[in-house]
């Protein structure tokens, strides 16, 4: 079995577990997002077409809608990042402060 740098929990949370790799975010049409041990924000780089060219640039593919995962494109998604903070994704909200806030302060 191959070890992911990332779990997921309950219907909506992704918890990062590497250090090592940076999680790309994928949810349909919106904004992808990119979680790395200093934190997230937008990712504004291209997006690697191949798992192997991701995990060259120490990248790591997750698309929520893909059945391995959550099967669908979530509205609300938690994040727990290796920086200690529970991110909350509003994808409603995107294009606005209130898309990406602090959900949990040192969840740890």
């Known amino acids: 079995?191959?070890?992911?740098?990332?779990?997921?929990?309950g219907r909506n949370?992704?918890?990062?577990?590497?250090?090592?790799?940076?999680?790309?975010?994928?949810?349909?049409?919106?904004p992808v997002i990119i979680?790395?041990?200093r934190g997230i924000g937008i990712y504004k780089g291209e997006i690697p077409t191949?798992?192997?060219i991701a995990k060259k640039a120490y990248q790591d593919i997750v698309n929520i809608s893909?059945?391995?995962?959550?099967?669908?494109?979530k509205t609300l998604l938690f994040v727990q990042a290796l920086d200690g903070i529970e991110y909350k994704i509003d994808?409603?909200?995107?294009?606005?402060t209130s898309f990406?806030?602090?959900h949990q302060?040192?969840?740890m």
């Open 50 to 52: 191949k798992r192997s």
């Open 100 to 102: 990406i806030k602090i």
């Open 13 to 30: 949370t992704v918890i990062h577990k590497i250090k090592k790799f940076d999680l790309l975010i994928i949810n349909g049409d919106n």
């Open 66 to 73: 893909s059945s391995e995962l959550f099967g669908e494109e």
């Open 105 to 107: 302060n040192h969840y």
């Open 91 to 96: 994808y409603s909200k995107k294009g606005t």
């Open 35 to 37: 979680i790395s041990h």
């Open 1 to 9: 079995m191959i070890e992911k740098n990332f779990i997921t929990s």
